[in-house]
């Protein structure tokens, strides 16, 4: 007796969506480049101007301010706090969850009072307001401290980079990391720029996001250099735009798939601006997508018009005019 065969649907399903990203693609990202270096030239010079003109909207962590300890009898009210913050004239409030029933606050300054009263004001209202909430603990946050949050931040991220370049050059070659170097910091600007423009308010979180943000554009063009790499070992002879054009076609999918990924993930919060991880979290998504871009049309340019070594022979570079249209 044979055994039966189980017959599957002939029509395709269109779940999941994942059937819908194309396998293979034929784009030619190098005929854009120089378009795209235009739009990368205005948006760096748009996050300057605006840096210098407004600055970015610094927290309580970089400005000074007062951090309140609070506890509840209950769970912490936190969206109550937040509220009756708002409406008492706190300027750059924040209140984050500690534990089940307390919240640290912190706020940098209170409309129409005096620095050293604006303690006691908060205090006594939110005390009216929220039964059972007791202070247990108010600090003060200095200009000397808040300068060196400062210092520490940029520190770390000329850190990120230079580690960054060593290891670009240490595992393909100095255009690589030439290359890496000048997307990261093209990153950085546009994403300190988005702060600028929007007013987020940056703390030390946003120093965090900015970190994870270098981190995944880092890998974003470990992976776009690894393919590079790898198909000029195998087309040796093709010009080196073709091979930039054939590799990142190759990873696009990819590339798409994470970054969505990614989005999504951040998308509960981004989408709501009252949230405690908006700062971040929005942070984060700008940065993706300007990753994303700046590997394909920041760090691979600089490859193209330098040139790179394939085997022993050094290849001559190429101009973005002799690009096969």
Not at 1 to 23: A, E, L, N, Y
Request: proline content about 3%; overall charge positive; aromatic content about 8%.
């Amino acid at each position: 007796m044979s055994t039966p065969q189980i017959v599957g649907p002939t029509r395709k399903s269109i779940w999941p969506f994942i059937h819908f990203v194309p396998r293979q693609t034929h784009f030619n990202f190098v005929g854009l480049a120089p378009y795209a270096a235009i739009l990368s030239v205005l948006l760096v010079i748009g996050s300057g101007v605006s840096i210098a003109m407004q600055q970015v909207n610094f927290g309580v962590d970089f400005v000074g301010g007062t951090k309140l300890e609070a506890v509840t009898s209950g769970v912490a009210p936190l969206g109550q706090i937040r509220a009756q913050l708002k409406s008492m004239g706190a300027n750059d409030a924040e209140v984050q969850a500690v534990g089940a029933s307390g919240a640290a606050i912190q706020f940098r300054s209170v409309t129409g009072q005096a620095a050293d009263a604006a303690p006691a004001f908060v205090q006594a209202k939110l005390q009216a307001v929220i039964p059972g909430l007791r202070i247990t603990g108010v600090s003060e946050v200095g200009a000397k401290v808040s300068g060196e949050l400062i210092w520490g931040g940029l520190e770390a991220l000329g850190v990120a980079l230079g580690l960054t370049l060593l290891y670009i050059w240490f595992r393909f070659q100095l255009q690589f990391g030439l290359g890496a170097i000048l997307a990261l910091a093209h990153d950085i600007v546009l994403t300190v720029g988005f702060l600028s423009v929007t007013r987020i308010e940056v703390s030390m979180t946003s120093i965090a996001a900015i970190l994870t943000v270098i981190g995944y554009s880092m890998n974003e063009k470990v992976i776009s250099f690894d393919r590079l790499r790898e198909n000029l070992r195998k087309y040796k002879t093709t010009p080196l735009a073709e091979v930039i054009n054939l590799s990142e076609n190759e990873r696009l999918s990819r590339t798409i798939i994470t970054g969505t990924t990614a989005l999504l993930a951040l998308s509960g919060s981004v989408l709501n601006p009252a949230s405690a991880l908006f700062s971040l979290t929005a942070t984060m998504a700008f940065g993706i997508l300007v990753g994303t871009y700046s590997s394909i049309y920041v760090a691979l340019p600089v490859i193209l018009l330098w040139g790179v070594k394939r085997d022993d022979d050094e290849a001559s570079a190429i101009t973005f005019q002799t690009a096969r249209r």
